[in-house]
């Protein structure tokens, strides 16, 4: 059961590079959401989506895009990195959204240079 | 506004005693609370949750408190063991947007042998 995973675990990047950070649930979930986790911020939603092109703003979604074509993968790139953008990025996926407790994933470590 | 806060970032038990942790929150609006357990290096884990129509939810060795009047929430761990040791967030979920989740700074329980 490998439910939701994230790829790549660890990833180094040069400021103005575009880098897409992936994410896979076999749950069929359908909601999915992004996070972030910095020192001092906790955790902060980036984006979320309820269903299959459907997508919506978070919290922190500046320089972010994401793309929802199958309900199953949730990437989210940054256009042009900038160091502010180094973080550790989480993934969660829940049945329904609202009402629901969300699994997260193991986390990617991005460090933009 | 939405706010989610813990009353302390460190806490250090010995094996085998029990564990309190608290948080506060602001959004007397909120309807679901969760809590999550996040080891070095992985992703948030679900614990335990509960709804504000409920004082109390046990589970196991975990019970959650959650006392609406003074919007005060506590996590206690029972008989807590090395395996316990991890960050520790409250989470205040908003209904509408997807369930935008709230996160608390976290509290790093340290648990002696």
């Known amino acids: 059961d490998a439910g939701i995973t994230q790829s790549p675990r660890y990833k180094i990047t040069e400021t103005g590079r575009q880098v897409t950070l992936m994410c896979h649930q076999t749950?069929?979930?359908?909601?999915m959401f992004w996070y972030r986790q910095d020192l001092g911020h906790g955790l902060r939603l980036i984006y979320y989506s309820a269903a299959a092109d459907i997508t919506d703003k978070g919290e922190v979604p500046d320089g972010y895009v994401v793309s929802r074509s199958k309900t199953e993968n949730f990437p989210l790139t940054l256009e042009s990195a900038t160091r502010s953008q180094t973080s550790v990025y989480f993934c969660a996926s829940s049945v329904r959204g609202a009402s629901d407790t969300q699994y997260f994933g193991p986390g990617t470590r991005l460090t933009v240079l | 506004g939405e706010s989610v806060g813990l009353h302390l970032p460190t806490l250090s038990v010995q094996e085998g005693d029990n564990s309190i942790i608290n948080c506060a929150y602001s959004?007397?609006?909120?309807?679901?609370f969760i809590w999550y357990k996040q080891e070095s290096g992985k992703g948030p884990q679900f614990i335990i949750d509960i709804r504000s129509n409920m004082d109390k939810r046990q589970g196991q060795r975990v019970t959650v408190l959650l006392n609406k009047t003074v919007k005060h929430l506590s996590l206690q761990i029972a008989a807590t063991q090395p395996g316990d040791s991890a960050v520790y967030f409250c989470?205040?979920?908003?209904?509408?947007?997807?369930?935008?989740?709230?996160f608390g700074q976290g509290t790093e329980l340290s648990v002696k042998p």
């Open positions: 959004n007397s609006a909120s309807d679901y």
């Open positions: 989470a205040e979920k908003v209904m509408h947007q997807g369930g935008k989740l709230i």
């Open positions: 749950w069929s979930h359908s909601y």
